[in-house]
């Protein structure tokens, strides 16, 4: 295995590229009681068209498809339940479906090799039948019509419409109930084929833990040695520089009214430590413009137009992005107002180098910490790891950064023709 060191922190990272071409991650933590592994695909739902390595032809799956398809991993061709195998060992396991990548976990304190054989073993066996799929579709469409009227939901995915006019990124995660009612076994066999080939997939394993034996473990229970030749072509709409629209409120069973405001981010088609850098970069300016010690947010809280609710991040992939400020206010429009006036006010007075030096350090304590969540961390490596980026270079690309920058950034970023206002409101 090779070695990733962290030059500062002195922690390692064992990565070994495997002969299928999985990739495979593992941190041991001394002194860690809990053990996390989690197995990640580079699917997600905005892969709906694609060329499979070795053909010619386009292939185009209804929306919704890849979180179908996580959902139906954990039938077994017994008939068992895959959480019962998990209990029976101590183990927690979970799923989830993002827009960029799958990922099947468990964390556990006690039989932690024979949880991950459960993990290896399940997550390498699709099984899927005319008649289970067409059973998924009942419970999905429930799933889907739940979020109807779920707040937070429908005011994420209301501000990603008015953000985006084509990228799928601005589609329901689990799709719609007309998309996966033309889902069948076969079309998740292609997508299975194709996405969970290991080539495609990484596995992140930390804890208190031998490396060796866990790389042992890991082989052992590899099931297939071979790799696509070529790369998954994914296929997506071109996308315009403009917004789809500026302002959209929805009406919900709420208490209070809550509001989700931001910026699209046109700087994009690159991955990498290029990417990395600007991840860094927005991390600094995103705290020293919307952070609790920042002068904008003394005067929303004190005016009483926010809470404690109030949180921005900046949220980065290869093919977009964007910077998201949400929050609940007894007037969202007055803080759309107030904020898009206090980014015109910083581009006239400009940003202030003494803001930047103390939310640099305080960006760096951040990612010191995050080395205490071992979850959260594993999360972290593997997502950046899809997008071709090595989580421990964060500190030589972080001292890199300068005042400069940061300027440069903002005014790349924080370009208020391409700020949108999503709303909902009590009904």
């Known amino acids: 295995m090779k070695v990733i060191k962290d030059s500062l922190t002195g922690e390692k990272i064992y990565f070994k590229k495997h002969e299928s071409g999985l990739s495979i991650y593992i941190m041991p933590r001394k002194g860690y009681t809990s053990n996390y592994a989690i197995f ?46 998990f209990s029976k060992f101590g183990g927690e396991a979970n799923a989830f479906t993002s827009f960029n990548m799958t990922a099947y976990l468990f964390s556990s304190t006690s039989n932690f090799y024979e949880n991950l054989e459960v993990l290896m073993d399940y997550v390498q066996s699709p099984y899927f039948t005319k008649e289970s799929v067409e059973k998924e579709q009942g419970i999905i469409g429930q799933e889907i019509r739940m979020y109807d009227d779920n707040a937070p939901w429908r005011l994420f995915f209301n501000f990603l419409g008015l953000l985006y006019n084509n990228n799928p990124v601005k589609l329901d995660i689990a799709g719609t109930v007309e998309s996966i009612s033309k889902i069948d076994h076969e079309l998740l066999y292609k997508c299975y084929n194709t996405f969970y080939n290991l080539s495609n997939m990484t596995i992140f394993i930390t804890g208190d833990l031998d490396e060796n034996k866990v790389l042992e473990v890991v082989e052992k229970n590899i099931k297939s040695n071979v790799p696509f030749s070529g790369e998954i072509k994914r296929i997506y709409p071109e996308e315009p520089k403009n917004v789809a629209g500026k302002y959209k409120k929805q009406t919900i069973s709420v208490a209070n009214p809550m509001f989700m405001m931001g910026w699209k981010d046109n700087d994009v088609g690159y991955s990498g430590e290029k ?74 007075e400009g940003l202030l180098e003494e803001d930047f030096n103390r939310i640099k350090n305080v960006v760096w304590g951040d990612y010191i910490r995050s ?51 999503s709303v909902v409101s009590p009904q």
């Open 371 to 421: 080395f205490n969540d071992i979850e959260s961390y594993a999360h972290t490596y593997l997502t950046l790891s899809f997008l071709d980026i090595n989580y421990l270079d964060y500190f030589r690309v972080y001292q890199s950064i300068t005042f400069d920058d940061i300027k440069s950034r903002f005014t790349q970023q924080f370009n208020n023709d391409v700020s949108v206002l």
């Open 40 to 85: 990640g695909t580079k699917y997600g739902s905005v892969d709906s068209e694609f060329i499979v390595p070795g053909e010619d032809s386009v292939t185009k799956v209804p929306d919704g498809i890849a979180h179908y398809l996580e959902h139906k991993m954990f039938d077994q061709p017994d008939g068992s339940n895959v959480f019962d195998k």
């Open 275 to 348: 990417l990395l850098k600007k991840i860094i970069e927005m991390e600094i300016l995103v705290e020293m413009i919307f952070g609790k010690g920042s002068k904008l947010y003394t005067n929303l809280y004190k005016s009483g137009l926010i809470n404690q609710t109030f949180s921005c991040e900046y949220s980065p992939q290869k093919d977009y992005g964007y910077t998201a400020c949400e929050g609940e206010s007894i007037d969202p429009e007055k803080v759309y107002e107030e904020i898009t006036k206090h980014i015109d006010n910083l581009r006239g």
